[in-house]
């Protein structure tokens, strides 16, 4: 559409455009204010917008003691994780090949959380975010690879199971996910498997797996087949062309299919609630936070809300992009 | 690709896909005949139809479903007449601010279904920002009643999915035919005209889709129920999914509860055949 020109439209268009960012964002804006506030502020009838900010809800949230050279750790930490994603950003610029630049920044990702609970006095929050990571990892890693072949070979097959397959993976995205849990309790129980990583990883891809293998399948369907037919002229066979010729140049669509199911598996409740009873990840943890007696849950929960929202607001940021885009192409798919 | 090839590649997914969706569903419709309970779940008692049958009679069921329906019916056109008219709207600002405003839109979507329902709480609690207005406006207390839960459940739910919409619709308005809209300028068309000739039949298959998706999603609103009524059933606000959750965790009656949503799968289907068939056809086309 061609744009308004009278200064008048434009200023309205503008005026609506923030009362909407607003709406969208006044449930964040007044939770990260109630985190910071103490518990007998947060609780005042009229609300309080000027306050000292106070990081208590957030020690008694993450950690059991706080260590007397905790600002020290946490200057630390902090400098750590900035080198690590300034190594990131800037992989490609290094005179090292930049594989090797992101395996070290994964190693030293898992090393600061491996060395937290070794410098400080950590509380169960922390327990549930490792958690968490374990989770969303192998999905991401299991769901991808193997979404991956499948996806490829669904874009390259024109034969008839493809279609079948194809239509039944769509009927089974739709379906609600209460008729696979009640199941899988089941079968968790039967296998001893229940409140185990394994379980919940296994059942999160096996949910994902149809969204997974649309969206990879649309990607892959616009790589042409000439790029692997000449590879596999030229000695390949069907899997080192796929592995050597077609992977490299999918990675942006792998990049949006990945968020999408980092997403889901970090936003899953209902499975892990019903398939968990110690292990759980962040969102049956927080869940745990409302409705409770417990007066000082109202901060606290505040507290786990925004620790939450952090790495979404990250991935937001980083990848907005492939996140429009991925709603756009891929989920139109399905 | 051969036939061959083909079922090698897809092999991992297709087990996967097999073991832990097809079997589970097969599994289910045979756990709903099972009277079960998480004290016999090794050792369930087989009762026939029995659970189906309870189901279909039980008044509390007929009332999860017509709280999920009203839910749908409230929800979905506000999704879509919302998430169009600001996509239309954000059409008009320059590609930098767009970008800012989408990150800040698509947030509510994107966030954790239960942080965010936390967090929308938040505001309703008695010390919240809303509960005060509220007072101020209204002059009385907001309190958690039958109404109000349920319209925070509603509103909430708006909320939540209208940013899917609204990045759906958009990126749909990037995709308009510049010709068109030029051609309909030359014969002096209105604003409003474009908008209603040109605008809306080309994101008439995307709404479609997004009714379709939504009211999906509708049907397995959880997360947010959950949070909100805290599953107490004096504010008789549960979904089909939460009352679903209750038979099984709360009354422990595993085998109703597989009754149940094996019905709510057959209730899906047939909103969704038609589509399937269609898509079916299109696919056929394709290859």
Avoid at chain 1, 129 to 155: D, E, K, Q, R, W
Avoid at chain 2, 226 to 246: C, E, G, H, S, V
Wanted: contains cysteine; charged residues 10%.
């Amino acid at each position: 559409m061609e744009k308004v020109k009278s200064p008048l439209g434009r200023l309205s268009i503008h005026l609506f455009l923030i009362l909407f960012a607003i709406y969208s964002l006044i449930p964040f804006f007044w939770t990260t204010l109630q985190s910071f506030k103490t518990l007998r502020d947060a609780n005042s009838r009229t609300p309080i917008f000027f306050f000292t900010p106070t990081w208590e809800n957030y020690q008694t949230l993450w950690l059991r003691t706080v260590p007397e050279n905790g600002a020290l750790i946490a200057y630390f930490l902090m400098l750590a994780i900035v080198i690590l994603i300034c190594l990131l950003l800037f992989a490609n610029y290094m005179p090292v090949r930049s594989s090797l630049i992101y395996g070290f920044v994964f190693l030293g990702f898992v090393a600061i959380l491996w060395g937290i609970p070794r410098l400080v006095e950590v509380a169960k929050f922390y327990e549930y975010f490792i958690n968490t990571i374990i989770v969303t990892v192998g999905t991401v890693v299991v769901s991808i690879s193997i979404g991956c072949l499948a996806g490829y070979s669904l874009a390259r097959y024109a034969g008839y199971a493809g279609v079948v397959i194809l239509i039944a993976a769509l009927g089974f995205r739709a379906l609600p996910r209460l008729a696979f849990i009640l199941p899988y309790y089941w079968i968790g129980s039967a296998t001893n498997l229940l409140d185990t990583h394994l379980l919940v990883i296994l059942t999160l891809v096996a949910v994902n797996q149809p969204f997974a293998i649309w969206m990879l399948r649309s990607f892959f369907m616009d790589i042409p087949r000439e790029l692997e037919e000449s590879a596999m002229v030229d000695g390949c066979n069907r899997l080192t062309a796929f592995l050597r010729v077609i992977m490299p140049i999918m990675w942006p669509g792998i990049v949006s299919t990945a968020l999408f199911t980092l997403l889901l598996a970090y936003n899953e409740f209902l499975l892990v609630r019903l398939l968990t009873q110690t292990n759980w990840t962040l969102p049956v943890a927080i869940s745990r936070f409302t409705g409770g007696e417990d007066p000082r849950h109202l901060t606290l929960a505040a507290a786990a809300a925004v620790s939450a929202t952090i790495p979404i607001i990250l991935v937001i940021l980083f990848f907005q992009k492939n996140l429009v885009k991925g709603l756009a192409a891929g989920a139109v798919k399905g | 690709m051969n036939r061959g090839t083909f079922f090698r590649f897809a092999a991992p997914s297709i087990i996967v896909m097999s073991l832990l969706m097809v079997i589970p569903l097969l599994m289910a419709i045979w756990l709903g005949m099972q009277f079960m309970t998480f004290a016999n779940i090794t050792s369930p008692q087989f009762v026939g139809l029995r659970n189906y049958i309870e189901v279909l009679q039980d008044p509390r069921f007929w009332q999860s479903f017509r709280f999920t329906a009203l839910y749908a019916a409230i929800v979905v056109p506000a999704q879509l007449v919302i998430g169009f008219t600001v996509a239309l709207l954000l059409d008009q600002v320059s590609k930098f601010i767009r970008g800012i405003y989408l990150s800040i839109f698509l947030l509510p979507f994107v966030i954790v279904p239960i942080v965010g329902t936390l967090m929308f709480k938040q505001l309703f609690e008695p010390s919240g920002l809303m509960a005060y207005l509220y007072q101020t406006i209204f002059d009385t207390r907001f309190y958690y009643s039958e109404m109000s839960v349920k319209a925070l459940v509603i509103i909430h739910g708006i909320w939540y999915v209208t940013p899917f919409a609204l990045v759906t619709y958009f990126a749909g308005l990037q995709t308009l035919s510049q010709d068109l809209l030029e051609a309909a300028s030359m014969d002096g068309a209105t604003r409003w005209q474009k908008i209603r000739h040109i605008v809306l039949p080309h994101v008439r298959s995307l709404t479609i889709f997004i009714l379709l998706i939504s009211i999906m999603d509708a049907y397995r609103v959880f997360d947010s129920v959950f949070i909100l009524t805290q599953m107490n059933p004096i504010y008789k606000a549960n979904t089909i999914m939460t009352y679903t959750f209750q038979t099984a965790v709360t009354v422990q009656r595993l085998g109703k509860a597989n009754a149940m949503a094996i019905l709510t799968v057959v209730g899906i289907m047939i909103v969704l055949i038609p589509f399937l068939i269609q898509s079916y056809k299109e696919q056929l086309e394709e290859r």
